[in-house]
């Protein structure tokens, strides 16, 4: 079975709110950072790679009027808030023992890519990645799930997609991969159970 796992919200955390009030004390600044920096069409530019760090800094603080070092702060503060979630991690290392193929699918941009790489070694049980940053794609976009299968060479219908967002895996399931929203560990682990004894019994 090939398993293609979501980065945050999956396998790291990803809490948009958290992190604003992590990084400002001011509710007025959280929301501000919530809605015109992490939600601003910008930020899924920088996911796709489209976007520079220092020219999305640039725009966001035009933006909020914030000054340029403010702005530049908090990008930096963001990496390190995508915490390993260690029963994910457990999971797939299980999984990858069991024989499964395992891979990843995930928009992240350049400068948090890096930081995980710096700081987990979680990244050697999967076969192949795709990151949006590097192939210019997001998800839910079509384009990245056959970037996926083509650069992977997986059947779809025999790859389980796990992530966090609904969008993202009606978006997987629309190409044939079994779709599997994410809520937490042992949810997950149930639920590739269940899946797996109902292909036995199927076949």
């Known amino acids: 079975m090939n398993l293609i796992f979501d980065l945050g919200g999956v396998v790291v955390e990803w809490q948009p709110q958290a992190i604003c009030a992590e990084a400002f004390a001011n509710p007025a600044h959280q929301a501000t950072a919530l809605e015109h920096i992490i939600g601003h069409p910008d930020w899924l530019e920088l996911d796709r790679g489209t ?14 009027g914030w000054d ?9 503060h963001v990496p390190g808030t995508l915490r390993l979630k260690p029963d994910t991690v457990d999971l797939m290392q299980r999984l990858q023992a069991a024989g499964h193929r ?37 998800k839910p976009e079509p384009g990245i799930y056959a970037h996926l299968l083509r650069h992977c060479a997986i059947d ?16 997987a399931a629309a190409f044939g991969i079994h779709p599997l929203r994410f809520v937490n560990a042992a949810q997950c682990e149930a639920a590739l159970t269940a899946w797996v004894a109902a292909q036995t019994a199927g076949a």
């Open 156 to 171: 779809a219908t025999q790859s389980i997609f796990i992530d966090d967002m609904q969008a993202n895996v009606d978006a």
């Open 102 to 138: 395992l891979f990843c699918l995930s928009n992240m941009p350049h400068h948090s890519l890096a930081y995980l790489e710096r700081a987990y070694t979680f990244w050697d049980v999967f076969s192949e990645r795709v990151i949006s940053c590097q192939v210019g794609l997001c």
């Open 51 to 64: 976007l520079a760090r220092d020219a999305a800094i640039r725009r966001a603080a035009a933006r909020t």
């Open 68 to 76: 340029h070092a403010v702005v530049a702060d908090f990008f930096d």
